[in-house]
C-alpha cells in the first residue's frame, strides 16, 4: 500500500495547513469530473483522511494501514497478543519451529515518535550552536539529548534521532525523536534564506548629500555602507557575502539595506528662511 505521505506529495511531520493544501491540490488534479484517475483520487481522499485527524495520524505514524480493511479498521493493545499460553508457542509447536505471524506482527511495531520543539536566535544561525533538548516520556521519565546544530540552520528543520522515541511498551522497539528547530524572530533583521534585511533611517541631508553609513551585523560585526549623493528613500543598498552562512560551507548571503529618510522638525526661523532660499534657488 502506497505511504500516505506520498500520495498526497509531503513530508512525514508536515502541519495540517500543508496537509490541507496538498490535499486540494492533489484532488484537483485528479478529480474525475476532471478526467482524473477514479482511484487515485479514492486514495487521495484516504489519505487526507487519516492524515487530518490528529488521533488517526499518531496511529498510521506508528503502526501504518492495516491492508485490505483500511486503515484503522481495528487497533491492536500487547495484551491480545500475550495470552496466558503464547500463541506464538503454540504455533510453533503445530508447525515444527516456524515463525508465528502473530510474532511477525509484534516485531513490526514500535513505539510512538515523540515530537518536541527547541528555539534558537539568528546569532546561532550564524555561529552554529550545541544544545541540549530535554523532553517528556509517557511513563512521565525525562530524557535529555545533546543537538549540535550546524551554521546556516534554516528554521522548522527537523532532527531525526533514531531509537530516541516512547518506550512505554517494553516488548517493542523504541520510537524515533523528532526535534523541530525554530528560529526566532530578530529586532532588526529580517531573514530570507542565507539573505539579510533591514531598514536603516538615514538624515534626509545625509541623503541629498551622500554620506558613509556603520551598520552593525548579526555577529556585531562593524560594517561601513555608502550612501551616493542624491539616494532616493526606499532604496536598496547590497553588501555581498556578509550575510548568514550557507549549509554545508557553500559561502555567506548577503546583506540588503533599505533606506529609510529621517526628517527633522525644524522650528528655529533662520533654518527655516534659509531652506526656503535653497528650495527656491534664491
Known amino acids: ?74 487497533t491492536y493493545s500487547t ?15 503445530f508447525f515444527g519451529g516456524s515463525r508465528s505471524p502473530f510474532t511477525q506482527r509484534r516485531q513490526r511495531q514500535r513505539n510512538k515518535d515523540i515530537a518536541i520543539q527547541t528555539q534558537i536566535d539568528l546569532e546561532d544561525v550564524m555561529n552554529g550552536k550545541s544544545l541540549i533538548a530535554t523532553y517528556t516520556l509517557t511513563n512521565g521519565k525525562q530524557q535529555s539529548v545533546n543537538i549540535d546544530l550546524p551554521p546556516g540552520v534554516e528554521t522548522n528543520t527537523t532532527m531525526k534521532f533514531t531509537g530516541l522515541g516512547d518506550n512505554f511498551i517494553p516488548s517493542i522497539s523504541r520510537g524515533d525523536l523528532m526535534v523541530r528547530i525554530k528560529v526566532r524572530a530578530h529586532s532588526r533583521w529580517h531573514r530570507d534564506g542565507a539573505n ?12 541629498l548629500l551622500g554620506t558613509k553609513k556603520e551598520i552593525t551585523t548579526v555577529d556585531g560585526k562593524k560594517l561601513s555602507i555608502t550612501i551616493p549623493k542624491g539616494c532616493q528613500p526606499g532604496t536598496v543598498l547590497s553588501i555581498s557575502e556578509q550575510g548568514l552562512p550557507r549549509l554545508h560551507g557553500r559561502g555567506k548571503g548577503n546583506i540588503y539595506m533599505t533606506v529609510q529618510a529621517d526628517i527633522p522638525n525644524i522650528s528655529d526661523p533662520e533654518m527655516l528662511k534659509l531652506l526656503q532660499r535653497i528650495k527656491y534657488g534664491t
Not at 495484551?79 to 509447536?93: A, M, V
Not at 539579510?196 to 541623503?207: P, R, T, Y
Open 79 to 93: 495484551e491480545e497478543f500475550e495470552f496466558p499460553n503464547d500463541i506464538g508457542d503454540i504455533f510453533n509447536q
Open 196 to 207: 539579510l534585511h533591514c531598514v536603516e533611517k538615514v538624515s534626509v541631508f545625509d541623503l
Open 1 to 74: 500500500m502506497a505511504d500516505y505521505y506520498d500520495i498526497l506529495g509531503v513530508k512525514k511531520g508536515a502541519s495540517q495547513q500543508d496537509l490541507k493544501k496538498a490535499y486540494k491540490k492533489q484532488a484537483m488534479r485528479y478529480h474525475p469530473d476532471k478526467g482524473g484517475d477514479s482511484n487515485k483520487f479514492q486514495k487521495i481522499n484516504e489519505a487526507y483522511d487519516t492524515l487530518k485527524d490528529p488521533q488517526k495520524k499518531a496511529m498510521y505514524d506508528q503502526f501504518g494501514a492495516t491492508g485490505n480493511q483500511g486503515p484503522y479498521s481495528r
